[in-house]
C-alpha cells in the first residue's frame, strides 16, 4: 500500500496549485493588476506568487514587455496547457457538482444582442430544443476567456487558439422617429472621445457626399451606446447612426423611419468565436452551425434589399 502523503507534501502542492492559479489569471489577462483583481488579492501577493512559481519550476515564466508584461516561450506552453487543464477541472465539477444540465454561454455586446440575435432566437429554440442557450450581454465586445462565457460574438480581432464563423459586417444607417425630429434637427453620436466628438457623422457624411453643416441644425446629443441612440430617435430627439441590424425593428414596427437611402461600413466584422479545443462539444457545434445559417440568409436578404433600393 502506497504511503500517504505527509503534511509537508500536501503544503507544496497547495503551493504549487495557487501559483499556477494565479499565473493563469495573469496570462490570461496579461496584467497583473487584472489579474489581482479578478482574484481578489494584491497585486503584491500576484508578484510573490510569480516568483515562488518561478523558483520551483527553475523556469522564466514573465517578463517585461513595454510598460507591461508578456510571457516567455516557456510561460506560453505552460498557460495553454493550463487553460486545458483548468476548463477540464471546471467542466468535472459542473458534472459531478452542478446536478442538472449546464446552459451553453453566449456573450454578446449590447447592441448585437437585441438587433441580431434575440429576434431570431424562437428559431434557435425550436431547432436545438434539447440546449439551454444562456445570454450574457457585455456592454462592449466581450472578453474572450471561459470565465466569461462558451462562446463569444465579438468584432474584435480573433484571438489565437479560437475559430470564428463571420456574421455580418457592420454597416451603420441614420434614422429617427417617423414624424422626424423636432427643429432644430439635432444628431445623435456615439463618439464621444476627445478631440472626436462626432466623427461618425463626419465619416456619413463624407460617404454619402453630404456637408455636415448642411445636416446638422442643432448642438450634439452624445450617448455611449448604440441602444440609447435607437431610443432617442425613437424619441425624436434627433437623427441618429447606429448599426442597420438594430434599427431593422424600429423600421418594421413603423417607429423609425430612415433619414436618407446611404449606409456607411464601419471595417468592423461581426464574428461568432469559441476555442478551437471546444469546437467538437455537441452544443458549440450546434450554435456554430445555426449562426452560419443565419448569417447566410441574412447576407442573401441584404443583398435583395440593396439590389430592390
Known sequence: MPAMPGPGSYRRNTSLM?????FEAVARHQSVKLA???LGVSQSAVSHQLRELTEALGEQLVERAGRGIGLTST????????????????????????????ALRLAVCSSFGPGWIIPLLQDFCDTYPGIDLQLCLQAQDPEQTDQVADAFVTALAVRPGFAAVRIVEETLVAVHAPHGPKAPRRLITTELGEGTLGDDWQAYCRNARLRLSE????SWLQCSHYLFAVDM????????????????????????????KSRMPTGRVYHLCYKNQRAGEHE???????????AAAASVVKTLQRSAG
Not at 458549440?284 to 443565419?294: D, H, R, T, V, Y
Request: hydrophobic share 50%; charged share 20%; proline share 1%.
Open 18 to 22: 495557487r501559483g499556477l492559479n494565479y
Open 36 to 38: 489581482a483583481a479578478e
Open 75 to 102: 510561460g506560453e506552453r505552460l498557460a495553454a496547457r493550463l487553460a486545458v487543464a483548468f476548463a477540464g477541472l471546471q467542466s468535472s465539477v459542473d458534472e459531478i457538482v452542478g446536478g442538472s444540465r449546464r
Open 215 to 218: 445636416v446638422q441644425k442643432g
Open 233 to 260: 430617435a425613437k424619441a425624436g430627439l434627433g437623427v441618429a447612426l447606429v448599426p442597420d441590424f438594430l434599427a431593422r425593428h424600429g423600421i418594421g414596427e413603423g417607429t423609425l423611419a430612415y433619414f436618407d
Open 284 to 294: 458549440i457545434k450546434c450554435l456554430a452551425a445555426w449562426i452560419k445559417a443565419q
